[in-house]
């Protein structure tokens, strides 16, 4: 079974830091997809599909390690 959640990205403003995130976010264990709605210079929604439970440690700290700030997933 896989579930999506969705996280609010900030900093992002072009191609390539959606896929630095998106690059970031799949080499997680249990990631399926990764889709990014870039926001140029605002929040841009991060919707991530895993066939696993996600440990938000883990991915927050994957964006950081990428040069961008998430938010908590949004309800
Ligand atoms: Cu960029």
Redesign the pocket.
């Known amino acids: 079974m896989s579930t999506t959640t969705t996280y609010a990205a900030t900093g992002?403003?072009?191609?390539?830091?959606v896929s630095a995130v998106t690059e970031e976010l799949s080499a997680l264990p249990g990631v399926t997809s990764v889709t990014v709605e870039l926001n140029a210079g605002g929040t841009s929604p991060v919707h991530v599909t895993s066939n696993a439970p996600l440990d938000q440690a883990q991915v927050l700290e994957a964006v950081d390690e990428a040069g961008y700030t998430l938010a908590s997933p949004t309800p």
């Open positions: 992002l403003t072009c191609g390539h830091c």
